[in-house]
Every structure is written in C-alpha cells, then in structure tokens.
C-alpha cells in the first residue's frame, strides 16, 4: 500500500447573516385591545418605521500589482518577490545565514514574511512587520534544540530508547511509492494567490510548471482581487501597500 500524506485544508471561508430586529408593539392605551393601526413604510401610528441599514458602496480602486512581483525583498542579495515565489521552491545559500526565504527554520514566520512580501512596500516596512504584530505565540511552548533532529520533545511519556538503538524510525520507501498531494515551500502563496478552482491543479504541478508561467496569471490576478479588498484596510493600518493605483 503506498503511504499517503494527508491533504490540508486549504482555505475556509465563512459568512455571517445580519439578524434582524423586531420593533415591540406599544401598549394599548385605556385597555381596549386594539391593535395599532399600520401606517405607509411599514411602521405604526406614533412610531416612526425604522431606518433601512445602508449598503456600503463597493470600492472602484484599481491597482497595478506588478510593483509587488518587482520589488526586492531585503537582506536575500537583490531577489525579487517574482524570484521567490517562481518556482515555488525553497532554495538555500549556505554562505548566508539561515533563515526564510533562505532556507526555512522551524522558528521562522513563513507566511507572515510572505504575506508582506506579497502586499506591502518594503521600501518602507519591514518584511517582519506583520509577524511582529502581536498576535502569534511568542515562541515554542518547549524550546527547540540545536541539533539534529531540531524538533522539540514531543508532549506526554515519551516511547522508550531500545538497546543499542534510537527513537527514530526511517521509512526507507522509494520515492516513487510517495504520493504529492500538497505543496509547502511557499505555503502564503498556495494559500493565498491561488483560487479554489485552481488548487488541485497547483498542487499537482512542479517548479518547471512554475518556470514556465503555468500560474503567472492567475497569482496576478488574485493579488489584483485582494488588493482591491484590502488597501484601504492597510492604508487605514498606516501600511503602504506596494500596488500602485491604476
């Protein structure tokens, strides 16, 4: 049987209904049951009907995202957005240090790094701006080691140590028993830049697909989408968004 590697849920999204009010009917003066008369708009005799809620106006902005793809992200030695996210890859150069988007440490805030690599000037924000907010834990409940295997000790008793032997037991399957069902290096831009209908087949696909413009489109396109729905919330945050207004 071959192993199978579990499919993350990609993307969930919820929508809330507004529920509506109820208006209380006024109490029938000198009891004599008569229900209030109705009047136009929908309101009673002495009671004013109530206000509509109004519908927030659709945004008309429209941004050029190229800027974003183009910009250089710091400290990676001139490497553009493009360059990081086509091929989707993880790629390292050892005489750097460590550290995503040069190579990917357990401790590093992958997605929000891509998030404002991906919306965000970075002429004027740190990459780290958004993984400096505080809304992630501030570390791993248990610190991590430095050596191999670099994962912290597992919660509860751990299994015991064989003579002569270790913890760790290595699948030695060929590669070919493996199946892909995910991709995980640049994980913000599966999740993010690739719609729903266009994910199974993102998935499937390689970094030659990627090299070859297989999904160009689409992640211009989705970043354009996103950035229609959310500059003014950046902007609002005091953040520049790296799109420029058509």
């Known amino acids: ?23 209380a009917l006024s109490a029938c003066s000198g009891g004599s049951g008569t229900a209030p008369s109705q009047v136009p708009g929908g309101g009673t005799s002495g009671t004013p009907p109530p206000t509509p809620t109004p519908t927030p106006t659709p945004t008309t902005a429209s941004y050029d995202v190229l800027p974003c793809f183009y910009q250089t992200i710091p400290g990676t030695g001139g490497l553009t957005l493009a360059g990081l996210v086509i091929p989707d890859e993880v790629t390292i150069n050892l005489s750097a240090p460590a550290g995503f988007p040069n190579g990917r440490r357990l401790q590093d805030p992958v ?29 791993n409940d248990i610190p991590l080691p430095n ?23 290595f699948r030695t399957d060929a590669e070919t028993a493996y199946t892909q069902v995910d ?13 729903s209908s266009r994910k199974n087949a993102y998935n499937d696909g390689t970094p030659t697909d990627d090299a070859r413009g297989d999904y160009v489109q689409d992640l ?24 420029k207004r058509k």
């Open 111 to 139: 997605v929000d790094i891509t998030l404002a690599a991906i919306f965000l000037d970075l002429t004027k924000h740190s990459p780290l701006v958004l993984a400096k907010l505080p809304l992630n834990p501030g570390g």
């Open 1 to 23: 049987m071959r192993p199978l590697r579990t499919r993350s849920l990609i993307r969930q999204q919820m929508l809330t209904g507004a529920a509506l009010a109820m208006l």
């Open 183 to 195: 991709r995980a290096a640049m994980p913000g831009v599966a999740t993010v830049l690739i719609t």
């Open 147 to 169: 050596d191999f295997p670099y994962f912290a000790a597992p919660q509860g008793v751990p299994q015991p140590v064989s003579a002569g032997g270790s913890n760790f037991s």
């Open 220 to 243: 211009a396109n989705e970043l354009e989408r996103l950035t229609n729905v959310l500059a003014d919330d950046f902007i609002a945050a005091g953040l520049t968004p790296c799109a």
